[in-house]
């Protein structure tokens, strides 16, 4: 499928992507990003957030992790050539620290300064954790209550000493739990995934309304903390229960748009523009949907918003939070 694009002069920065290599996950690389990103949507620059790549291959196994900040510093230093087209990909760098480490952190932390230069923003160590055998953990194998540990706090200190920001990426009985975080480190700045991980599969399979209710509660709470932003984006990933995946037919964007809406609606409403930032988190939520047809689906949620409100969610709130300019 390939829809017409909606509203082609509306400039993005894409907040959320990955790059990799491997034969589980298949190939995303800067080729494959920029095809995606000139299809057509105006899309000027990306963040690339850690995906466990091309992490070094010796060396302290805390520090092994700045490889792939080496990496994706190698793409973005390509694309920002301009050889390969006008995209300014992976501007903004988040990586991997095992925020667990407590202060022992700083240095991995140091090193990843070091390997990113200006391109290295800030750090996710994903929660992601609810007590449900059907809902896997996410990709850091964290404990139960991670966000809460002093051994982390300990870490997250760190990075508000080095002027970096956090992901937050956890599934939505854990959004209290950023709250909490947040409140301890007003001054640290905090982006939530993918509008908090609204599981929908396994037990949490057909209470869509439930959770939703819940979610919303606790989106509105959290809001409420000046220093944490929202990803708008993450629905096509099949935990959020939609099943797109399934289909053998891609969905089209007034399809998208109508699963996704009561979210994307909520977030914007509780954070506001200047607190709120569309992404695309390629090429997971390729499972679901094509990119063309994801960022026709967003144009759609804000057709009626203003000119400034889109601009912010589009670009300057994720260049601003990222410290892109």
């Known amino acids: 499928m390939s829809e017409p694009i909606l509203e082609p002069d509306l400039p993005i920065c894409d907040p959320h992507h990955h790059l990799w290599d491997q ?17 057509g949507h105006k899309v000027l620059s990306t963040v690339f957030v850690e995906a466990l790549v091309f992490y070094r291959a010796s060396g302290p196994a805390e520090m092994r992790v700045a490889g792939e900040t080496e990496f994706v510093r190698g793409q973005a230093a390509m694309a920002a050539s301009g050889v390969y087209g006008p995209v300014l990909a992976c501007q903004g760098i988040v990586g991997f620290a095992d925020l667990s480490l407590g202060a022992a952190v700083e240095a991995v932390l140091e090193e990843h300064i070091r390997a990113g230069g200006e391109r290295f923003k800030g750090i996710r160590h994903a929660y992601a954790y609810v007590d449900d055998p059907g809902v896997r953990r996410s990709h850091a194998a964290p404990p139960a209550g991670l966000l809460g540990l002093a051994s982390f706090r300990e870490g997250f200190a760190k990075l508000g000493a080095l002027g970096l920001s956090f992901d937050a990426w956890g599934y939505h009985p854990q959004i209290p739990e950023v709250a909490s975080l947040a409140d301890a480190f007003p001054a640290v700045p905090i982006v939530l995934d993918h509008v908090g991980g609204p599981v929908g599969i396994a037990s949490y399979r057909d209470r869509r309304q439930e959770v939703f209710e819940g979610w919303r509660r606790d989106i509105r709470e959290l809001a409420k903390r000046p220093n944490v932003f929202v990803k708008l984006g993450g629905l096509g990933m099949p935990l959020c229960g939609f099943d797109l995946h399934k289909r053998a037919e891609r969905p089209g964007s007034e399809e998208l748009a109508r699963l996704w809406r009561p979210y994307i609606e909520t977030c914007i409403e509780a954070f506001g523009p200047e607190r709120g930032m569309f992404e695309s988190n390629f090429p997971v939520d390729r499972a679901s949907c094509d990119y063309v047809e994801l960022w026709n689906a967003f144009k759609r949620i804000t057709a009626g918003a203003s000119a400034s409100d889109k601009t912010l969610l589009y670009r300057d709130t994720a260049r601003r939070f990222y410290r892109l300019e």
């Open 23 to 39: 034969p589980d996950r298949g190939r995303y690389l800067l080729p494959e990003l920029l095809a995606d990103a000139g299809a």
